[in-house]
C-alpha cells in the first residue's frame, strides 16, 4: 500500500511517498520539504497571505519531486492524503484543493489529514510501536499531552492555557533580536549561556493536572531583557540559557503528571513520545529521555526532520487510516481550527480528583 502525503498548514510546502511493507512496517519513499523561511524571515514569523500564495507555486513541484524520487506515477499510488488543518486557512486550501483534485483525477481514495493527529502518529512511522502511548505534541501553534489509544481515539490529558511552547521560544527569539524561527536560534545561544544567571518562574509546577501556562515566562523574558538593554552576546546566551531551563522543567513537571494521570485513567502506556517541532530540541529530548528512563519507558522521540512539519506524516496518517478502511469524501472541508478532541471517539479524562 502506497501513500502520497501532502502539506502545506504552515511555512512548509511539503509533499512525501510512503510505502507499507507487507510485514506492516512503512518505508520512506521520498520525503520533499520546501521552506519558507527565507520568505518569512523579514516580517519576524509567518505571514499568511505570503505562505498561501508560495504554496500555490510550489506545490505542484514539490509532488513531482516526491513521486519522481519514489520512482512512481501518480496511478501507481493507492492513496493521497493532504492537510486539511489545523493551520493557515489559505495554505490549507491549497494543499487540500490539490490532494482532492489529484485523487478525482487518478481515482484513488482521499484521506482528509488532521495535522495534529499526523505528528501524533509519527513516532510509530519510525518505531515498531503499539497503542496506546503517552504523547507530548509541542510545535509551535500546539502544546498538547495527550493519550493516544489508537488510530481516532485521543485523550487529551493537558496542554498550553495561553502560548504554545514553540511560540514562546518563537516569541523569546523576537524579543532578543534572534532570526526566525526561534526554536533552533533559542537552543543555538543557550548552549553558551548560564542557564542560572536569571531566575525565570517555572509557571503551573507542581499543578495536579497537566496543564502548561508560558505568557508569564515570557514576560519575565522581556522585563531581564529590557532591565540589561543594551543586551550584549553573553546577556543574549544567559537569557536564553535561563529561559530553556525554565521550560524544561516545566516541560518534565507537566509530562510526569500526564504520565500519572495516563497510568491512573488509560492504563500502562507502551512509550513516552514527543512530537512537533519543538522536539527536535536536544535539551527537550535529554530532559524526556531522563524522565522515561525513570519511569520505565521508552522514549520515542523522531529524527528532527520527521518533528518539524513534513509530508512523511500526512502520508503515514492516511495510511494508517486507508488500511483500516477509513476514507474521506472529496467534499471535506478545511478546518483551519481543528482540535484533536473534536474527533470522533475521543473523551476528556476527567481532571483533578476526578480519577
Ligand atoms: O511542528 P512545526 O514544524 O510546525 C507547527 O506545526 O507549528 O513546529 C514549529 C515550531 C516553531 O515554533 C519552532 O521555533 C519550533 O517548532 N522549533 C524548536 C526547535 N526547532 C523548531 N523549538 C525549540 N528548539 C528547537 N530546536
Ligand atoms: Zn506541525
Not at 29 to 42: D, G, R, V
Not at 207 to 221: C, E, I, P, Y
Amino acid at each position: 500500500m502506497i501513500v502520497l502525503g501532502i502539506e502545506t498548514t504552515c511555512d512548509e510546502t511539503a509533499a512525501a511517498v510512503v510505502r507499507l511493507r507487507p510485514g506492516g512496517r512503512p518505508e520512506i519513499l521520498s520525503n520533499c520539504i520546501l521552506s519558507q523561511i527565507e520568505e518569512h524571515a523579514p516580517y519576524g514569523g509567518v505571514v499568511p497571505e505570503i505562505a498561501a500564495r508560495a504554496h500555490v507555486v510550489a506545490l505542484d513541484g514539490q509532488i513531482a519531486a516526491a513521486l519522481k524520487q519514489a520512482g512512481l506515477r501518480l496511478d501507481q499510488v493507492d492513496g493521497i492524503a493532504a492537510a486539511a488543518g489545523p493551520g493557515l486557512i489559505g495554505g490549507v486550501i491549497v494543499g487540500l484543493t490539490a490532494g482532492k483534485t489529484l485523487a478525482l483525477a487518478a481515482q484513488k481514495p482521499f484521506i482528509a489529514v488532521n495535522h495534529l493527529e499526523a505528528h501524533a502518529l509519527s513516532a510509530r512511522m519510525v518505531e515498531d510501536l503499539a497503542f496506546p502511548y503517552l504523547l507530548l505534541l509541542a510545535s509551535g501553534g500546539h502544546s498538547q499531552l495527550l493519550a493516544v489509544r489508537s488510530v481516532n481515539d485521543y485523550w487529551r490529558l493537558g496542554g498550553t492555557i495561553d502560548d504554545a511552547l514553540g511560540e514562546a521560544f518563537d516569541k523569546t527569539a523576537k524579543m532578543l533580536g534572534l532570526p526566525y524561527p526561534g526554536g533552533p536560534a533559542v537552543e543555538r545561544e543557550a548552549e553558551m549561556g548560564n542557564p542560572e544567571r536569571f531566575a525565570f518562574p517555572r509557571p503551573m509546577l507542581g499543578r495536579k493536572n497537566a496543564d502548561f501556562s508560558l505568557s508569564g515566562l515570557k514576560t519575565a523574558v522581556r522585563i531581564e531583557a529590557e532591565k540589561n538593554a543594551p543586551l550584549r552576546r553573553m546577556d543574549i546566551a544567559d537569557l536564553c540559557a535561563s529561559f530553556q531551563a525554565a521550560i524544561l522543567d516545566v516541560v518534565v513537571d507537566r509530562t510526569r503528571v500526564a504520565l500519572s494521570m495516563f497510568r491512573t485513567g488509560v492504563g500502562q502506556p507502551n512509550a513516552l513520545v514527543v512530537a512537533g517541532g519543538v522536539a527536535a530540541n536536544k535539551s527537550i529530548r535529554r530532559s524526556l529521555e531522563r524522565l522515561a528512563h525513570e519511569s520505565g519507558l521508552p522514549l520515542v522521540a523522531p529524527p528532527p526532520v520527521l518533528c518539524t512539519d513534513n509530508g512523511a506524516m500526512i502520508a503515514w496518517a492516511g495510511l494508517e487510516r486507508l488500511r483500516l478502511g477509513q476514507a474521506d469524501r472529496l467534499d471535506a472541508p478545511p478546518r483551519p481550527r481543528w482540535p484533536l478532541s473534536s474527533k470522533r471517539g475521543l473523551q476528556s479524562l476527567p481532571q483533578e480528583g476526578g480519577l
